[in-house]
């Protein structure tokens, strides 16, 4: 247990910093996409449609194994942390861009109305109600994440799954040691489950 523990702990700090790589890089895709100018678009069109059109495992072995290359050499952690923020950045782009523009234009034209700037009505009009469309199907995809982070130990970082794979290399109790591990993958990924249903519930009751 205390060995599957230390997995756990490489495993949450992998989530967190890829959450938060994927997280920049949704909003900066998002409204990259819905740029008036065509390069912007482009160069962000090509990022999403290369992450989301190949496999990830792939992407993780590539940068790992085939950068080193090319004299770029990433440790276990930071590619991890790269892949799978740059991944998942890519899929929640297009929850950012569509829960934008679900928003009536007839906001924005109140807005207008009201002599307000476009970032001021952005920030205070349309991002609000956007929130309550994207904020579903982000959270599945932070719990994507999360179990999408066993992949990793094929590329030899001691995360979970590579330390119950080692554990079981060992003792050969299969049967125990991957029942624990899918057991702590489900305590690790349900509270934010509550959490994301928690904050939905507030914010279409308006209280933040």
């Known amino acids: 247990m205390p060995f599957l523990l230390k997995g756990v702990v490489v495993t949450i700090e992998l989530t967190v910093m890829a959450a938060i790589l994927a997280f920049i890089m949704a909003f900066i895709a998002g409204f990259a996409r819905l740029s008036k100018f065509a390069i912007v678009r482009g160069i962000t069109q090509i990022y999403v449609e290369i992450f989301r059109g190949t496999s990830l495992l792939v992407q993780l072995f590539w940068v790992y194994f085939v950068l080193p290359f090319f004299g770029i050499e990433l440790s276990a952690m930071m590619t991890g942390v790269l892949v799978l923020g740059l991944n998942y950045g890519a899929y929640a782009s297009e929850v950012i861009r569509s829960s934008i523009l679900a928003i009536p234009k007839g906001q924005t034209e109140a807005g207008i109305a009201l002599n307000m700037s ?27 994440l999360i179990k999408s982070t066993a992949l990793v130990s094929l590329i030899t970082l001691h995360d979970l799954m590579f330390c119950g794979t080692m554990i079981n290399n060992v003792t050969m109790r299969t049967i125990e040691v991957y029942s624990l591990v899918l057991i702590i993958y489900f305590l690790l990924a349900y509270p934010l489950t509550l959490a994301i249903r928690r904050l939905e519930k507030k914010l279409s009751a308006g209280r933040l």
Request: net charge positive; charged share 10%.
């Open 118 to 144: 476009p970032s001021l009505i952005m920030k205070r009009v349309i991002l609000p109600q956007a929130m309550l469309i994207m904020l579903p199907p982000l959270g599945n995809y932070l719990i994507e």
